[in-house]
């Protein structure tokens, strides 16, 4: 089960870096004048997650998760590509620009933001917190609140509408950490089952020892 969690998280986060890639073109100066904030704080977003997809796919447990990544990885550079070629090479027009890029980061950055719902799922289902750090879902509501104001601020539907998805969805997660934060759930019941487990485990083979070692004693005792 835990490999299990553990390999979802690992998909999950390289899902949201791939579709961070995306996010800095609409902030792009000759995409969206007025816009650097957007395309600052995107574009080390997407370096940092570029990192992150390296060191998954540098100590991934298979070649084959390796090779499905590198085809997710390929498939999203090929998108990017796209966007930004026929942004600057057939829109030549600031508004076509905008529109194209705009729809583009807005279904990426809906995508990011949905991500988590495996986990959020995973949650109520276990009725277990702990495969949801509380830090990372207030980062998630903070950040997501914060450009929903600053797109509304600017009139700008593109920044507003997904991080008042994701202001929403990171609110969700809060309160079902709220819900569940003192709950040991099925994960937590698991894994005392498991240790349970072991423990007896242990007391048998220790058991069994002694056992043997007191036939062996009266062996040697008749033997005498």
């Known amino acids: 089960m835990e490999d299990v969690v553990k390999f979802i998280f690992g998909i999950c986060g390289n899902v949201i870096a791939l579709f961070l890639f995306l996010s800095p073109v609409y902030g792009l100066p000759f995409v969206s004048p007025n816009n650097i904030l957007v395309s600052t704080i995107n574009g080390a977003g997407a370096a940092i997650e570029a990192v992150y997809v390296v060191i998954f796919l540098v ?9 499905r990544m590198l085809g997710l990885a390929s498939a999203v550079a090929a998108v990017f590509a796209a966007v930004a070629l026929v942004s600057m090479l057939a829109l030549h027009q600031g508004q076509g620009r905008k529109l194209m890029c705009g729809l583009a980061a807005t279904v990426c950055s809906i995508c990011m933001y949905a991500s988590p719902l495996s986990i959020m799922r995973l949650v109520v ?13 207030l980062a998630v509501f903070l950040c997501g609140t914060s450009w929903f104001v600053y797109g509304l601020l600017g009139r700008d539907p593109f920044v507003a509408i997904p991080n008042g998805c994701g202001s929403f969805l990171g609110a969700v997660q809060l309160v079902l950490y709220a819900i569940y934060r003192n709950s040991a759930g099925t994960a937590g019941a698991g894994k005392q ?6 423990e007896m485990a242990a007391d048998a083979k220790s058991s069994k020892k002694v056992a043997d070692d007191v036939g062996g004693a009266g062996k040697e005792g008749r033997l005498v």
């Open 193 to 198: 089952q498991a240790g349970d487990d072991v």
């Open 125 to 137: 289902k276990t009725k277990s917190v702990e495969y949801m750090p509380f830090l990372l879902s």
């Open 59 to 67: 100590f991934a447990s298979s070649q084959r998760t390796r090779l």
